[in-house]
């Protein structure tokens, strides 16, 4: 092995940190599995190439917030944070496996939280031990968080109204609904997310919401809403334009509307890892972005 540091990231590191990342999160993915799910499958190139696109954006709009360990010419761990206002949030974190054990968690966490600069902050955690114990000696809160999966029912799908596709001229007044759900705005996210998948949105007075949709997994990626109602009917357009299996996730015990629609369409529920929280409380009626917050 050669001499390990910790660095600031550059866009050009990002490829060898997906590379990490999908050993780092298959391996725990791999141990973490219940015998009754599914094996778990490597990350694909297309969602390699998806994370290699998202991470480089992030390192260019918040370099600060984004540090690698490197043990000689090879990365070895990976940290990527952001300060949006005054929130802070974790998109990716992780070591490599044979790397673990070493202390290098702690100085990329110690690097990410220096950057953070005492804001509050999110993020969504798997169940590694080591990661969630050092999780919360950095005194964040472990919200346990629920997942939804499975494929529609068709028949389920109710009559909804009052929705409108989105666009930039929504930004504005979704990042003072994002002040009211979860203390600040996500800013320039919200500009990236709408060049990359389908915004729709509720602009009925006191009913606003907005929800991003993956349309190639017919997903939820990040939703926020003023009412339960409004959540629940963003959250059933998501549904209405899956094509098979999906997925609801990042649901936390605030978010029990969630669960209900997904009840609703027939999909199982699954424990699914911690939001973890300090200086904020669980953000509702909301299902966070893993990569956003």
């Known amino acids: 092995m050669g001499k390990t540091q910790i660095r ?58 984004c540090w690698a360990a490197m043990d000689g010419d090879d990365m070895v761990g990976f940290a990527i944070s952001q300060n949006r206002e005054q929130v802070w949030f974790l998109a990716t974190y992780g070591v490599l496996p044979q790397h673990q054990g070493r202390g290098l968690g702690r100085q990329l966490m110690d690097a990410v939280l220096a950057h953070a600069d005492g804001r509050p902050g999110l993020f969504s955690s798997t169940v590694h031990p080591g990661a969630t114990r050092r999780y919360r000696l950095a005194g964040f809160l472990l919200h346990p968080q629920m997942r939804m999966v499975g494929s529609v029912d068709r028949s389920t799908l109710p009559a909804v109204s009052g929705l409108s596709e989105g666009d930039e001229n929504d930004i504005e007044w979704m990042n003072r609904l994002d002040v009211s759900r979860r203390g600040a705005g996500h800013g320039p996210d919200h500009e990236y997310m709408i060049r990359r998948m389908r915004l729709v949105v509720s602009r009925q007075s006191g009913r606003h919401g907005y929800v991003f949709i993956d349309e190639d997994l017919g997903q939820a990626k990040l939703l926020a809403a003023q009412d339960p109602q409004t959540a629940s009917s963003l959250l059933w357009e998501a549904l209405a334009s899956s094509r098979g299996p999906t997925l609801i996730n990042c649901i936390t015990t605030a978010n029990h509307w969630a669960i209900d629609v997904g009840l609703a369409a027939r999909l199982d529920i699954g424990q699914e890892g911690y939001l973890a929280l300090r200086g904020m409380t669980e953000p509702t009626p909301y299902l966070a972005s893993g990569h956003f917050l």
């Open 8 to 65: 600031p990231m550059r866009v050009e590191d990002v490829p060898a940190a997906e590379r990490a990342s999908a050993v780092t999160f298959f391996e725990g993915d791999r141990l973490s599995r219940r015998v009754s799910e599914p094996e778990v499958q490597p990350r694909s190139a297309a969602v390699g190439k998806q994370w290699i696109d998202r991470m480089s954006y992030l390192v260019e709009t918040d370099p600060g917030g």
